[in-house]
């Protein structure tokens, strides 16, 4: 299942136009086995002993300390929180599958050998973003399937040696859907308790996406689990209208900002799809440098998206396909190395990340999101250079915020 990136079928090109996508034709998929956790297990400029402790930490082996936000019981929440999604990762490692991270999710059911009668492609994208939503997703978009986002390779976790990275023939359409991870947990990071909230979306997700998989073919149609493995998650999620892409690398959505996780079905289902919108939090970002200047190693951009000139120092974990914000990736995952356990500053800086309540609130997204014109955006960054990045809520906080 192979499109040549320089035969891009012209309705794909015409969202990636919708989407502000400069997308560089032939420039080849990226390789899951440069992937910077891939990479943590098999390329010693990588590997250290930091990051071997790292993935250790998640199992029984944490790294409790006295810092607020890393003792016992902050390791503990995450790991828990972690459980469902590791169950799932974990269960065909025996075949060389981490499934959900380094390959997609096996099926649990089969496909019905009789296919139920639908109604038009609009009633069906409206029924099964209602079905996502009962079993979780909190935002559900479509789009097409489209292979230049696909790994060209990923690894086998067994030897960590690359292989294909196929799908079955057919599939149409991409599922994307999103999981808000909790606000009061994003305010701790950078700690063990805020690795709560990723772990609790990632357990979330892997259950959300395998029901509404097997939902999907339980009606006859094939449906294809996918958390983050097979394809890059980023572009399908704003190919779907479900947000903008931000100088932290992350999509920022109306409802969440960044602060949510994302997964995938890729399908046969005929569903109608959703457009990229232009929300205004992108050209935000072209005047605020909040997540960059919080970023404790510098691993992220001050200046206009480019093709990983600025920060990424040559990496190949940086995908040079398209026109972007990227990161520094080394000095990004050796900072979660050294913590042991994901940092998110940049998430938990970026003002989109607030919940919106309040009139106040809703005044500044109005200014931000450039209702106001030019003059409006200015005053929702000086506004917002005012309120500064200092954690508003501290780790023991949150715990003691819980006793009462
Ligand atoms: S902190 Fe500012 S620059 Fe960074 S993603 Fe958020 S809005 Fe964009
Ligand atoms: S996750 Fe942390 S280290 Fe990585 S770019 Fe964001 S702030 Fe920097």
Redesign the pocket.
Known sequence: MTTPADRTPAHLLETDRRAGFEVVAGAGRFSQMNDIFTRAFRDERVRTKDTDAFFASYRMEAAPRRGDGFTQKDFALRNAAWLISDIVSERSAAEGLREGFQAPIQADTPVAPERAELGSPEAEAAEIKAVAKLFGADLVGITHLDLRWHYAERPDVRTMEPVANDLPEGLTHVIVMGHAMDAGLVETYPSALAGAATGREYSHEAAIVMQVAAYIRNLGYQAVASMNDTALVIPYAIKAGLGEYGR?QMVLTPEFGPRVRFSKIFTDLPLAVDTPRKLGMAAYCEGCEICAR????R??PFGAPDFGEEVTKGSPSTWRGVRKWS?DAEA?FG?WAKLKTD????MRVCPFARPVRGLSARLWRGLAMGRFGPSGRRLARIWERRRGVARRAKPAEWWAGHRR
């Open positions: 932290n919080a970023c404790p190693v691993a992220l990161s990004c900072y940092c998110a500053i940049c």
